[in-house]
C-alpha cells in the first residue's frame, strides 16, 4: 500500500507538469481582406437576417414543407451521425492522456514432466491447479502535449462536422424555399398557357366557320391552326418541368417522388424583407467559413501532435495481483504480487520518419488556410451577387410588367382593327404571340424574384440557420455533446 501510495503522489506531482507545455504553434485566425460595404447599398434590416424568413412570404403550405422537410430530411440525419462519429473520435483520443486501468483473470489446470530439469520432486504433484488475478494500471504522461494537441484536433473536427450539418440545414430550407417558388412559377405558366390555348382554340373554331363560308382565306386559317397548337405544345413542357420540381421537393422531405401541396399564387406570397449587414459579420455566422475555420484549427493541432513525436514519452504502469495453487490460499498475504515502473521512451534516429510527419502535417496546415482564404472570398461573392441579383431581378420584373401591360394593349387593339379589316390577322398573330411569352416570361421573373431574396439569405447566413437546425429531431448542439464526450 505504501508502494502504491508513493506511485500516487509520483503521479499527481507529474500530473502538475502537464499542461504547461505543448508542442506546436497555437491557433490564430488568419488575416483576410474584408470589404467596408456591399455593391448594393440596403437599408439598415439587420434583426430579419436571424428570424424565421420564410415565415414572411405568409404561406402555411410553404412552411409546412420547410418542418417536413427538416423533420424527414436524410442528408440532414447524415451530418448528425457524422457529429457522432467525430464526438467517438474525439473521446479516443482525450483517453489517451488519462489513466487506463484494467484487470486479468486465469484458472487453469496444469501438469508439469516429472523428469524434466530439473526433476521434479517426488513430494510433489505434477498436477496441480493454478489461480491467478490481476489488477493493472497505465498512464502515458502527456509531458509534451502530444494528446492535448491530438485532442484539440478532434474538437474542431467535431465543431467543424456541427458546421457541416448547419450547412446542410441552410441547403434545405433554401432548397426547399426555391423549389416550390419555382413550382409556383410554372404553376402560373401553366395557367397562362392553358387559358391561351382555349383562347387560341376558340379563335379557330371562328376561323374554321368563317373558312367554310369563304370570309377567311386558308392563308389565315393555317395562320391561327399554328399559333394553336404553339400553346398546346407549351403545356406538356411545362408540366413536365412541373413534375420534376415536384420529385426534387418530395425527396428533400425525405419522401418517395410525389405530387406537392399548394398555398398562394406566385403573385399573392409576400416579399421577405432583404436584410442588410456588415461584410464582416459573414465570418462569424457562414456555415462553410465556420467549418474551414474549424478544419485549419484541426490542420494546425495536428502540426503540434506530429512535432511531439521528437520528444521522449513517459509512461507510468503499476500492477497489484495475486497468484496460488489453490483456491484458499488465492486472496492471502503470501500470494500477492504487484509492480511498479517508470518508463522514458524517445527517438535517435527515425530515417526522416518523424520529419515526414510533420512535414506533411505542414502542408495540411497551409492548405486549410488557402481553403480556408478562398471560402471568404467565395462567401462575400456569393452575397454580393446575390445582392445585385435581386436588386436587378426586381427592376427587370417591373420593366417586364409594363412590357405586358403595352402588349396587352397592342394586341387588343389589333384584333380591333383585325375586325373593322382594317390589317390582316398576321398581325394580330405576332401581337398575342408576343404577349403569350411576355406573360411567360413575367410568370418566371416574379419567381425569380423571390428566390433571388431567398439567395439573399442563404448567401449571408446567419441565425435563422440556428433557429431551422432547433427544429430538426437532431439538433443537440456539438458544443453540449463535445461536454458530454468531457464528461462535463
Do not use: H
Not at 379557330?204 to 389565315?220: A, C, D, N, P, W
Not at 492471502?332 to 524517445?346: K, M, N
Amino acid at each position: 500500500m505504501r508502494t502504491l501510495t508513493c506511485t500516487a503522489i509520483l503521479a499527481a506531482a507529474t500530473s502538475c507538469l502537464v499542461g504547461c507545455f505543448s508542442v506546436g504553434p497555437d491557433y490564430s485566425r488568419p488575416e483576410v481582406p474584408v470589404p467596408a460595404t456591399w455593391r448594393v447599398d440596403l437599408p439598415a434590416a439587420e434583426a430579419v437576417v436571424n428570424t424565421a424568413w420564410w415565415e414572411q412570404f405568409d404561406d402555411p403550405v410553404l412552411n409546412d414543407l420547410i418542418q417536413s422537410a427538416l423533420a424527414g430530411n436524410l442528408d440532414v440525419r447524415i451530418a448528425a451521425a457524422r457529429i457522432d462519429q467525430f464526438i467517438g473520435v474525439l473521446r479516443a483520443a482525450r483517453s489517451q492522456g488519462l489513466p487506463q486501468v484494467g484487470y486479468g483473470a486465469n484458472v487453469s489446470r496444469n501438469r508439469t514432466s516429472e523428469v524434466g530439469m530439473p526433476p521434479l520432486s517426488p513430494l510433489l504433484e505434477p498436477v496441480f491447479n493454478l489461480y491467478q488475478g490481476s489488477l493493472s494500471a497505465s498512464w502515458q504522461i502527456d509531458l509534451f502535449g502530444r494528446v492535448r494537441r491530438l485532442t484539440e484536433a478532434a474538437q474542431a473536427q467535431v465543431y467543424a462536422s456541427e458546421q457541416a450539418q448547419r450547412g446542410v440545414v441552410l441547403s434545405l430550407v433554401t432548397g426547399v424555399a426555391t423549389s416550390y417558388i419555382t413550382l409556383r412559377g410554372l404553376d402560373r405558366q401553366l395557367e397562362i398557357a392553358q387559358a391561351t390555348a382555349s383562347n387560341f382554340g376558340e379563335t379557330l373554331r371562328i376561323f374554321e366557320l368563317r373558312y367554310r363560308k369563304g370570309l377567311v382565306s386558308q392563308t389565315e386559317l393555317s395562320q391561327v391552326q399554328s399559333q394553336y397548337k404553339l400553346a398546346q405544345s407549351t403545356i406538356p413542357a411545362i408540366e413536365q418541368q412541373i413534375a420534376i420540381v415536384e420529385n426534387g421537393i418530395s425527396i428533400l422531405l425525405g419522401r418517395n417522388p410525389g405530387p406537392i401541396p399548394r398555398g398562394k399564387s406566385v403573385s399573392e406570397l409576400v416579399l421577405p424583407v432583404i436584410p442588410a449587414d456588415l461584410p464582416s459579420t459573414l465570418l462569424e455566422r457562414r456555415p462553410d467559413i465556420l467549418q474551414a475555420e474549424q478544419n485549419l484549427v484541426a490542420a494546425n493541432a495536428n502540426v503540434g501532435a506530429a512535432r511531439a513525436l521528437y520528444y521522449p514519452t513517459i509512461s507510468l504502469t503499476g500492477a497489484l495481483g495475486s497468484v496460488s495453487t489453490a483456491f484458499g490460499d488465492f486472496l492471502s498475504g503470501p500470494a500477492a504480487l504487484w509492480s511498479v515502473a517508470a518508463g522514458v521512451t524517445g527517438p535517435i534516429f527515425t530515417a526522416g520518419a518523424i520529419g515526414g510527419q510533420v512535414q506533411s502535417a505542414e502542408a495540411q496546415k497551409r492548405q486549410a488556410e488557402l481553403v480556408y482564404r478562398q471560402t471568404v472570398l467565395g462567401a462575400f461573392n456569393d452575397t454580393n451577387n446575390a445582392l445585385v441579383s435581386s436588386q436587378k431581378t426586381n427592376e427587370q420584373t417591373g420593366l417586364q410588367q409594363q412590357r405586358v401591360d403595352a402588349l396587352r394593349e397592342y394586341a387588343r387593339f389589333s384584333r380591333l382593327k383585325f375586325e373593322d379589316g382594317l390589317i390582316g390577322y398576321l398581325e394580330v398573330l405576332i401581337s398575342e404571340n408576343d404577349l403569350f411569352s411576355a406573360e411567360l416570361a413575367l410568370a418566371s421573373l416574379q419567381a425569380s424574384r423571390y428566390n433571388q431574396v431567398i439567395s439573399v439569405y442563404q448567401a449571408m447566413g446567419g441565425g435563422w440557420v440556428d433557429i431551422a437546425d432547433s427544429r430538426t429531431p437532431v439538433s443537440l448542439s456539438a458544443e453540449r455533446k463535445v461536454n458530454a464526450a468531457q464528461g462535463r
